[in-house]
């Protein structure tokens, strides 16, 4: 039997209670030990819930109980998360986390006490929810170099644009309807300004390339520009309109943003809606590999959660995950990012064609025909730095979305 | 240092020693060790390769060399594949396969041994080339009940059925073309007939299910009868055809197949085209989960298996799979599932309907006005020994294509 004690009886600590309950059986099997939660960590307690029993309001009852091999933390945050995992780990306690803050923050040195101590510190859930792209990251991919990874990492906003762009909607309103459904918090600054696929990307980021990503480092742009109208351009050229978070290797310099972006509809990407999250990966070798579930929500957060600690449960004695080296990955300048850009202007497309060539060259046109008195175009190719100086030269621009080819 | 020996020098042969080429530092840090190939077994020589050097005609070369830990077989068929595979792993050294046919037949047999020799018998490549898909069922679903397992597992025939929905052309004049591009084999039994897609569902059953299914008794049907019109009719419900290959558990009945099914466009399956592949799956905690990439082609499949080539080095004296049972799954006979039926028949709708709703009850009906004197509909959720018998009262029916929702 192997005792784990559980930090936080919030969404995704009851779902794990609440997932080992339910497959219990099938669970002990493949772990090949029956997993026991001993203790529950909270602040509250829990009258008239069975977990009540095993509550505890102080860290140190799990963390000095020697039976206890194995620590899930759920309690989301750095701290008081980073204090509790790492004397876990010096205790000798394997970690399972979901927490994104934690892992994007302290992983490169939390991996390696779990190296020193032969023991393991695992993080499925904290990216992608249920979804498995650590573990394929870890131990599938290994015959490649990872030359791109890109995600919908972040559900909220992915719902929020799915609804925009199937019920035709402006973003406050579907905010709003998020949030009346749960789906969004009522301050959702961290999910549509980016930040929590910001945090999601540097940790993917980071254990493909081997070195460590500062999320502090990563343009991130959120979803609360797009508008209505943008999406009926998007819908006019055949694609869809995606927050994604993206980390690239061209020749030796590495590029991570987060940002809208219109992605067309052969992109493995496109069909990922509502909810849901997707992640796509290149290999050198193995070329398109796309992951694709839920990425968040109490049960499928917790089975992977689970999924870690059986994990784990089967490595007691041995260090199964690869490591980031602390040295920080120098990423290059979003200004030197080469790409194509989609363009809203004001005004009559024809009145101003003469002067959109002379300062973007040649241009395709983009017009919705509901949409008047201003009109779309997409550029050619150009860094970040090119777009900014031809824009500056140019009255109207209403609005500008990268294009993802 | 870790010696290897690769079975076959054919197309995943050769890939598997061109990946570790390639990739030589990166997969030896992953692995802790120096992957060195001292043997390529084949019948032919390759004068002026330079793997002519470590070429030999005689297995027990390879098999009585103790410095030989790994053994890569990539030679296909049940034998010899499966005389050398099982020798090799009763001789203590680990080995890795993309052979689907020796996985379906003799897997269970071949993990056991493995076990009791605590080394590794592993084949991520023998199912949906370089997707990850068998370690993700392996040590990343291990939380959940897996009660369904539906994928586009047939790059082949996944590329014919793409061609014909968006050029229009019908099965042979598509099929010839991806013989002279080399997407099909010249002769296309095995893929058009299903009997790859069944050989792949086969070892994925049996690995979520944990007894031998064997692929003798899964119901297969190909894609030889869809036509170019039976496309035009998917279109005109905003379906695909899609090859699927499925198998579900429904209380304690099993059931699994093989056949072309019509898709609707919110299944993650709908866009895999072309020669991907995808896998779906359903967990009762997780929820749906969805694996895309290329599912064949020499360097996504040697991807895989060097892989592969890395977990086994890794894991020089543990055994990481689960097993199967050899007791076999005995399969609910299909004649007992249940769905709803699209019917192509000649003649009129309008003549027709009442005799229609006499045998089928109530229909959805579905026109393409270029297509005259026939029409097409949706019955009620029937079981196939239902649709069997009122099928059998109407004349003239064309053909009837299974949807999935």
Redesign the interface.
């Known amino acids: 039997m192997i005792s784990i004690g559980v930090l936080g009886y919030g969404t995704v600590g009851s779902g794990v209670v ?2 080992l309950n ?2 219990q059986d ?2 002990n099997k ?2 090949n030990e029956e997993i026991n939660i001993k203790y529950v960590l909270d602040l509250r307690d829990f009258p008239g819930d069975p977990i009540q029993e095993k509550i505890v309001h102080d860290f140190d009852t799990i963390l000095n109980d020697d039976d206890v091999k194995i620590i899930v933390e759920v309690m989301g945050g750095v701290e008081p998360a980073y204090t509790f995992v790492k004397s876990a780990l010096l205790a000798g306690k394997s970690v399972c986390t979901s927490n994104k803050e934690l892992v994007a923050k302290h992983g490169s040195e939390l991996l390696q006490i779990a190296r020193e101590q032969n023991i393991n510190f695992l993080f ?1 859930a904290s990216v992608g929810g ?3 792209i650590i ?2 990251l870890n ?7 990872i030359d791109e990874i890109t995600g919908i990492l972040n559900g909220t906003t992915n719902y929020i644009l799915s609804k925009m762009t199937f019920e035709g909607l402006d973003f406050d309103t579907v905010l709003k309807d998020a949030q009346d459904k749960g789906f969004a918090e009522r301050n959702p600054e961290a999910d549509v300004e980016g930040y929590d696929a910001c945090r999601k990307i540097a940790i993917l980021s980071s254990l493909a390339f081997g070195n460590q990503v500062d999320y502090e480092d990563i343009y991130t742009e959120g979803i609360t520009k797009i508008t209505a109208c943008d999406i009926k351009y998007a819908k006019s050229m055949g694609k869809a309109i995606k927050l994604l978070a993206s980390s690239k290797r061209v020749g030796d310099s590495f590029y991570a943003m987060v940002a809208p972006f219109l992605i067309s ?1 052969e992109h ?1 990407l ?2 990922v809606n509502n909810v ?1 999250n997707g992640i796509f990966a290149h ?12 990425g968040a ?1 109490k ?2 957060t ?6 870690d ?3 784990a449960a089967k490595h007691m004695n ?1 260090n199964i995950m ?1 490591l980031w080296s602390n040295k920080k990955l120098e990423l290059a300048d979003i200004k030197t990012a080469k790409r194509k850009f989609f363009v809203r202007m004001s005004g009559d497309a024809k009145t101003r064609l003469e002067e959109i060539h002379k300062v973007f060259g040649d241009v395709q046109l983009v017009t919705v025909p509901e949409l008047e008195n201003e009109f779309g175009f997409i550029t050619s190719i150009l860094t970040e730095a090119q777009y900014q100086e031809k824009a500056e030269k140019c009255q109207g621009i209403i609005n500008r979305i990268r294009i993802e080819d």
Not at 139 to 145: G, I
């Open positions: 609440e997932v339910t497959n099938s669970i493949r772990a499925e249920g979804i498995p573990r394929p131990s599938s991919l290994t015959a490649d170099e509809s493995p496109y069909s849901f290999g050198n070798v193995l070329g398109d590999v796309m992951f694709y579930g839920s929500g049960l499928p917790a089975s992977a959660v689970v999924a600690v059986v994990d041995r690869q």
